[in-house]
């Protein structure tokens, strides 16, 4: 039987971000006991789908068992998968791991609208979609979802751990997209069912131009807010339209029995092209202004931290969080260790702010570098002198820089307790001690080293 290596299917986007959920962020660990948990809870959502929905057997449903054993010849699979029709007049479907005793059970849910409303190759595509996440194994990450209605975060990540993977599952549904068109082998059927999926809409009532879509995009990327919350957790349609006609025209589905284009896309070719759509998608500002302020909180910002000589986790993290609440979902891509490249880059950000500016950006940007220096517990001489500098630089009087600056620590106070500190760090200089190491050892051994007597 031919097989496909799915690994080579993937968007490259989705593997990577996979790839540090699991190694910067350790998921694993987390994942699996939550699987535990939820065998030694015995909760089943097989048992909630029987109860709400209807099990498709090929008894009772001879059409979409038929289509479903088509879609695992097409991507050559022998799934086991349980399809549930679920009562909803909107066209979705979704897939789920649901885990009990010692397995693992792959269910499928349809809405009965889908099943209703959709042509054979488009419940295919929608099909071969559900699988995609199986696949890939998308649906074991959806643990990481917060489920604690006390928890005001998406995810159980820290900030940008959860920026990872929001950014993430967007990435996952165009890999999920290239599997739903491996399923039926037909472009527009595929990106009908998406059409349909999304609003409704045919072909009787809208002409299926992938480009002409695309053009909605430009009229709105100067508004990021719009991009973002049109939908949490998928693409816009015609991000996702365009990506699965790259992948269409390329060499990676002729493998699998699509017809790709002559001469087809290369690889590269096209993940280049998915990653300049998923691009659109992401938290960035898109006015000049928005830009030049960021880079000036940004890089300022290193300055302020870095004028005492020390440079704490703390005081970091507060650069770090500020950038991603207010502008950018990778924050870290924004801050800068060079220092002839930040003196060479700040003026330039500044000049803008001066140019586009008001009195309330420049607050905003002495407020948030203020936040900066009271990271460290207090707001020293040398620190201060570099926002009432900036200040300058920014054209604000000093009487009002000094009022920001007071303002701020009213507002946020000293953000560490610097006596807690020193007693800190005397307590890991008496365990160091205590337990023989060296200054800088951690005491950390490899499993099954021995520690060696001294």
């Known amino acids: 039987m031919r097989t496909i290596d799915w690994e080579t299917i993937r968007y490259r986007g989705d593997a990577a971000d996979v790839k540090e959920l699991f190694e910067t962020y350790r998921v694993s660990d987390y994942l699996d006991a939550y699987e535990e948990n939820r065998r030694q809870q015995e909760e089943s959502i097989r048992s909630k789908l029987l109860a709400e929905g209807i099990l498709l057997t090929q008894r009772l449903s001879p059409r979409i068992y038929g289509i479903f054993q088509g879609v695992c010849e097409a991507l050559c699979l022998e799934a086991e998968a349980e399809i549930f029709c679920l009562r909803d007049e909107s066209i979705n479907a979704m897939a789920v791991l649901d885990v009990r005793e010692d397995k693992t059970h792959s269910l499928v849910g349809i809405t009965a609208a889908a099943l209703e409303r959709l042509e054979d190759a488009e419940l295919a595509s929608v099909l071969g979609h559900e699988l995609g996440h199986f696949l890939f194994k998308n649906n074991r990450l959806n643990a990481l979802i917060s489920r604690d209605a006390n928890n005001p975060a998406a995810t159980v990540l820290p900030p940008l751990g959860e920026s990872l993977f929001l950014r993430w599952r967007k990435k996952a549904e165009v890999s999920a997209d290239r599997v739903g068109l491996l399923a039926c082998r037909d472009l527009r059927a595929a990106a009908r069912g998406l059409m349909k999926a999304a609003f409704g809409l045919s072909e009787r009532n809208v002409t299926l131009n992938i480009d002409a879509l695309l053009a909605q995009i430009d009229a709105i990327k100067g508004q ?211 337990l023989h190491l060296a200054p800088g050892e951690t005491g950390a051994r490899e499993p099954g080293e021995a520690r060696t007597p001294r």
């Open 224 to 434: 990021p807010e719009l991009m973002q919350a049109t939908f949490a957790s998928h693409p816009l349609l015609p991000i996702r339209l365009k990506a699965l006609e790259l992948f269409a025209r390329s060499a990676k589905a002729a493998p699998c029995g699509f017809p790709a284009s002559e001469p087809a896309l290369t690889d590269d070719q096209l993940e280049d092209g998915v990653d300049e759509l998923m691009q659109l998608t992401r938290r960035y500002p898109a006015k000049p202004l928005h830009q030049a302020i960021m880079k000036v909180v940004a890089l300022a910002g290193v300055e302020v931290l870095s004028t005492d000589g020390e440079i704490s986790d703390h005081e970091i993290k507060i650069l770090i969080e500020i950038l991603h609440h207010y502008f950018t979902d990778e924050p870290d891509q924004e801050i800068l260790a060079d220092r002839l490249e930040i003196e060479r880059r700040l003026p330039e950000a500044i000049a803008k702010v001066n140019e586009l500016g008001d009195a309330n950006d420049k607050t905003f940007i002495l407020s948030r570098l203020a936040d900066v220096a009271l990271a460290d517990g207090a707001l020293m001489d040398k620190e201060g002198s570099v926002i009432l500098h900036l200040a300058e630089q920014l054209e604000v009087p000093g009487k009002t820089a000094f009022s920001i600056l007071v303002g701020s620590a009213q507002a946020v106070g000293f953000k560490v307790d610097v006596k807690l500190n020193r007693v800190a760090d005397e307590l890991r200089r008496s365990l160091r001690v205590g």
